[in-house]
């Protein structure tokens, strides 16, 4: 037990020191205001038909935990998906593996630092919660135990079941992270379709029975014979809710906890499974490579090398254009990842030549754009990430040359996967659109460029590129960047706009960084 809390200890303190923590710590308090909306706003989080509940400690309690659960699942993998890759690139994993600790506690430690770390974030949901009460919740007692049972029986089974996950994919997917990210994309979309559809006991975020509750106390106090619909989610309307009930809390049902303590013990059997597999930072492959490397040279090899002519060698031509960089960092990209990843992406552009133009833009396209999120999250960072910046950073004009073509190369390969959306929208002489796909284009390359450089690594921006998708394809207007909902005239001005400041942004923090190379 002592090698596992000192273990779980080094991973939790670490991770929690990093930059990028700390930026997802303050995203994380500032969602978390938003779960329970001020008195005359006009949007809802959680909502039964035309019903809100009154702000009671019942109702805060168990919206924010019902938000939580499914918002730290959404983002919280990313957060925590690389803590078995950090000990392999570090070489702790190696002096790890030569200790007596097994493969199972040494995963087991790395589950308890993934939980704490998404635990952090609940707690920090849970207490901008109580606080929204005291702000909102006039006229009603403060109720602890509300919170406490909502908070327990719903997101902290759930983030257990997350912390699992990304330790058992980094198992069974080592060194693949972009097919680890796209497994787990697929995985929480099965999940939150699924579990809709399940008995409200065993949907593995803990919400069905929690609003099946709400639906139930709703439909006792309404007169209308259509059921009234349960909604999640940030719904925007033009004028605030007047219809309000007072929310009463849910009954201890041993059913329901029963299910909710099955998927925590079902993520450690999974663990259990993968610690059967776990290559415990094995090196013989590379240690095959260095004693290639190292061999007598063959006969054939001998020979050719002695009847080479050096001056038969064409000259180096010298070449300050930015063609040949534009040119290697596409086909970089083009080459990266599985092959199979190909074949999606094929399947998306046939999506988007013949589904509807509204399912196409909508939903289609951001997905298309999220299955390349591990070919533009180190954009401007690989250089880094092989330790081959300070040759590079070395070359002619690094921040004009070499950021302008990466920037060109991952464009291009945008807008090259999106292109038959593009022909069809041209077709019809909807250039609006057109412009506005080229403007998302360019503007989530630039996102990433600016939080790769301004973090040094690509962590952030899958979590946020990752959270952007998912709110694109449920139609949330403000994130919205590529002109599938607001595609007016002063909506592409403000996109303009905030592509430009990015890009001014990311070249200044690149030439910064220069300076201190």
């Not at 909102?136 to 719903?154: D, H, K, M, N, R």
């Not at 503007?443 to 952030?460: A, D, H, M, Q």
Request: proline fraction near 4%; hydrophobic fraction near 50%; charge should be positive.
């Amino acid at each position: 037990m002592r090698r596992i809390f000192t273990l779980t200890k080094y991973d939790y303190l670490q991770r929690v020191r990093s930059y990028r923590f700390l930026i997802i710590f303050c995203a994380s308090l500032a969602f978390a205001y938003t779960l329970i909306p001020a008195p005359g706003d006009t949007y809802s989080t959680v909502r039964i038909g035309e019903y809100l509940g009154n702000y009671n400690s019942a109702w805060i309690g168990y919206v924010t935990a019902i938000m939580a659960s499914t918002f730290v699942s959404l983002i919280g993998y990313y957060l925590i998906n690389n803590s078995v890759k950090v000990d392999q690139d570090t070489k702790v994993g190696q002096i790890v593996a030569a200790t007596r600790i097994s493969n199972f506690r040494y995963l087991l430690a790395k589950f308890l630092g993934n939980f704490l770390i998404l635990l952090t974030i609940v707690i920090l949901i849970f207490l901008v919660g109580i606080v929204l009460f005291f702000m909102y919740g006039s006229g009603y007692p403060f109720q602890i135990t509300e919170f406490l049972t909502a908070y327990i029986l719903i997101p902290i089974p759930t983030i257990v079941l997350i912390s699992a996950l990304a330790v058992v994919l980094e198992v069974f997917l080592a060194g693949r992270s972009a097919l680890q990210n796209v497994a787990y994309f697929f995985l929480f979309a099965i999940m939150l379709v699924q579990g809709s559809r399940l008995a409200v006991n065993v949907d593995p975020f803990g919400v069905g029975f929690p609003t099946s509750e709400m639906e139930s106390q709703v439909a006792k106090i309404t007169t209308d014979s259509k059921k009234q619909q349960l909604n999640i989610g940030f719904i925007i309307g033009q004028k605030p809710i007047e219809k309000r009930f007072d929310f009463n809390g849910v009954p201890v049902s041993p059913l329901y906890i029963t299910f909710r303590l099955l998927w925590p013990l079902f993520g450690i059997l999974l663990i259990y499974v993968a610690s059967r597999f776990f290559h415990r930072f094995e090196v013989k492959e590379r240690l095959v490579v260095l004693k290639k490397t190292k061999s007598e040279p063959s006969e054939s090899e001998k020979s050719l090398s002695e009847d080479l002519d050096l001056t038969s060698i064409p000259k180096l031509q010298k070449s300050m254009s930015i063609f040949p960089v534009f040119k290697t960092e596409l086909l970089m990209m083009i080459r990266r990842g599985n092959r199979w990843l190909w074949g999606l992406n094929i399947i998306g552009m046939v999506l988007l030549a013949v589904l509807p133009l509204e399912a196409a833009h909508k939903i289609v396209l951001p997905i298309l754009w999220f299955l390349q999120v591990h070919r533009w999250a180190d954009l401007v960072t690989k250089e880094k990430n092989h330790q081959m910046h300070f040759f590079i950073f070395s070359s002619f004009k690094p921040a004009e040359r070499l950021l302008t073509a990466q920037w060109l190369a991952a464009v291009a390969l945008a807008i090259g996967l999106v292109l038959p959306l593009i022909i069809r929208y041209l077709v019809l002489g909807q250039w609006l659109l057109v412009v506005s796909i080229l403007i998302g284009a360019v503007f989530i390359i630039l996102v990433s460029s600016f939080i790769g450089i301004l973090t040094g690594g690509k962590r952030l921006f899958e979590v946020l590129f990752f959270f952007t998708t998912y709110m694109n394809v449920n139609g949330l207007p403000y994130t919205d960047y590529y002109g599938s909902i607001n595609n007016s005239h002063n909506y592409l001005f403000l996109m303009f706009g905030l592509t430009f400041v990015l890009a001014l942004s990311s070249f200044l923090l690149r030439r910064f960084e220069l300076k201190k190379v």
